[in-house]
């Protein structure tokens, strides 16, 4: 250890001492007020962060494999370059999140805010994702493979460039939301709104839907090759 424990680095993060590149292996920081700290680059690796504050916290580069992460506060957090793997996020504050250029494998989050994150360029693949509130979100050029979807609402978000193929949606919203140049590859659709959004060379090659409502969205030279598209309102 870089001579911090729990003690020394609760200490310095309420002094408003930086604490970058340090390693916090293995530490418990559970319940710990970190709020606004500055631990870019550390090894947070094996730590316990059960019901950590970390709003406004900056952790860009952090290392968090094998992190203990249930009921961890990272409201307003930067999680940017940050690799995430296998972690069940549902119990944790979400909301306004920055974690761009960001990786994240088989996450599973239920009934959490996200309205306002930033999340552009990340990659969520294989993650589970239900009764999710993303609006007001960025999400362009993020891509979002293998995913289970069900129950979310991308309401007013930025989804341009953004790739969603082969991931499943169910009873999902994007009402309202930039979705020029985004793509739905192979992906499969149920019960899902796209209502008032902008739809330009949108790409929907081999996608199967039943029930899209695309009432009032602005369409212009979107691709439908091999799609197929069952109770199509619009």
């Known amino acids: 250890m870089a001579g911090f424990n729990r003690e020394k680095l609760f200490e310095a993060v309420s002094n408003g001492e930086p604490v970058e590149g340090e390693d916090l292996r293995g530490l418990d920081l559970s319940g710990l007020d970190l709020g606004c700290a500055n631990l870019r680059g550390s090894d947070l690796r094996n730590a316990n962060l059960s019901g950590t504050n970390f709003e406004e916290a900056h952790l860009e580069r952090v290392m968090l494999d094998g992190a203990i992460i249930s009921g961890t506060n990272f409201s307003g957090a930067h999680l940017t370059g940050v690799t995430l793997r296998c972690v069940d996020l549902s119990s944790c504050n979400l909301a306004r999140l920055t974690a761009v250029d960001s990786y994240f494998v088989r996450l599973t989050v239920a009934g959490a805010d996200f309205a306002g994150a930033r999340l552009s360029g990340t990659t969520f693949a294989r993650c589970t994702w239900k009764d999710l509130n993303f609006s007001e979100s960025h999400f362009n050029k993020t891509r979002i493979l293998f995913c289970s979807i069900e129950g979310c609402r991308f309401e007013k978000c930025d989804l341009s460039e953004a790739n969603l193929g082969l991931s499943r949606f169910v009873k999902t919203s ?3 939301s930039e979705l020029t140049l985004a793509s739905f590859m192979a992906a499969t659709m149920e019960s ?3 209502r008032n959004a902008v739809l330009e060379k949108l790409d929907l090659t081999l996608l199967n ?15 439908v090759q091999g799609a197929r598209i069952r109770n199509l309102t619009r």
Do not use: E, Y
Not at 211 to 223: A, M, N, P, Y
């Open 174 to 176: 994007f009402n309202d």
């Open 192 to 194: 899902v709104q796209m």
């Open 209 to 223: 839907a039943d029930g899209l409502d695309v009432t009032g969205s602005k369409q212009q030279g979107i691709i």
